[in-house]
């Protein structure tokens, strides 16, 4: 078909659009990407067993719970962040923590602690290395940010989450920092590991298809919140990583690989009430002032609430 013929035929099916009725946002939208839709399928002679094929995989994807992951290992959710970033940027706003990822394994309504907080439940600190992270939550004054929120998650020495994994106790590896006076937080954990998407899933299959594979290096998440300012969601990664520049949801950013020291020092492993060496990780937080005239930086989309 040529192109009049597709617009004549996106005519016909607009024009069944009640003008006083639906959305108009969600109309032009759906419009768009159908127009692109039926141009791919004439350009790249796309046949209707292709089509059957990419509507049962949709179908799977949906029952698997992976459009999340889709997302993130098509670049979707990084593009999401660029143009966010070039927004502030319009808008003045620079510098500051980078943003990324939120990815999909966030669970609402994880323990809340003044300062302080250990967040993994003992069950591998001995086959894992402890970690200790701090630092401040600052403006772009570097003032701190008492009562500012880090929330913190990170999957576990088998690559699992929490929650999602039913075989670990709830909140594990997920706490929720309040800074103290001076903007103040720490926790303590363990190092996480890399994991790959699930294997005979709906994102391997996909990603399998187009050549790439579906590894993440280790990381671990952040929200980062207070009254009156942007909210930040971030992660950091660690040097060493086979996977760090490689990561299959592109969520690795300069600015967000902090340097990971092990400290040996009996007096320090003493104060910590240890036995064994542990690992260190300073890191200071940058939040922007809360602008008018901007989309929220707060992203509205479903996420998982522990009734525990």
Do not use: C
């Amino acid at each position: 078909m040529t192109r009049a013929q597709i617009d004549g035929l996106l005519e016909k099916i607009e024009s069944t659009e009640k003008v006083e009725a639906g959305s108009e946002r969600a109309k032009a939208i759906v419009n768009r990407i159908l127009r692109d839709l039926f141009y791919t399928i004439e350009d790249l002679d796309i046949q209707p067993d292709e089509v059957w094929t990419a509507v049962n995989f949709l179908t799977q994807a949906g029952q698997n719970g992976e459009y999340g992951l889709i997302a993130a290992g098509l670049g979707i959710e990084h593009f999401l962040d660029l143009r966010m970033d070039e927004e502030e940027e319009a808008a003045g706003i620079t510098g500051g923590t980078p943003r990324t990822i939120e990815g999909p394994l966030y669970v609402a309504g994880a323990p809340k602690s003044k300062g302080f907080a250990r967040i993994d439940d003992g069950t591998e600190v001995e086959q894992g290395e402890i970690l200790f992270m701090q630092g401040k939550v600052l403006d772009e004054d570097n003032n701190p940010i008492p009562n500012a929120l880090v929330e913190v998650w990170h999957a576990n020495l088998k690559g699992n989450y929490s929650y999602f994994d039913q075989s670990q106790s709830d909140f594990n590896l997920r706490g929720t920092i309040v800074t103290d006076e001076a903007g103040n937080y720490q926790f303590r954990s363990i190092l996480p590991s890399g994991y790959a998407v699930p294997p005979g899933g709906s994102t391997e299959t996909l990603l399998s298809a187009i050549g790439r594979h579906g590894n993440r290096p280790s990381h671990i998440h952040f929200f980062v919140s207070a009254p009156a300012f942007r909210k930040l969601t971030t992660q950091i990664n660690f040097e060493g990583d086979p996977y760090l520049w490689d990561d299959f949801a592109f969520a690795t950013r300069e600015g967000l690989v902090p340097d990971l020291s092990v400290i040996t020092d009996a007096e320090k492993i003493k104060e910590k009430g240890l036995d064994k060496p542990f690992s260190s990780i300073d890191f200071d937080f940058t939040l922007h002032k809360a602008v008018e005239g901007i989309h929220d930086a707060e992203v509205e989309r479903l996420r998982a609430e522990s009734v525990a």
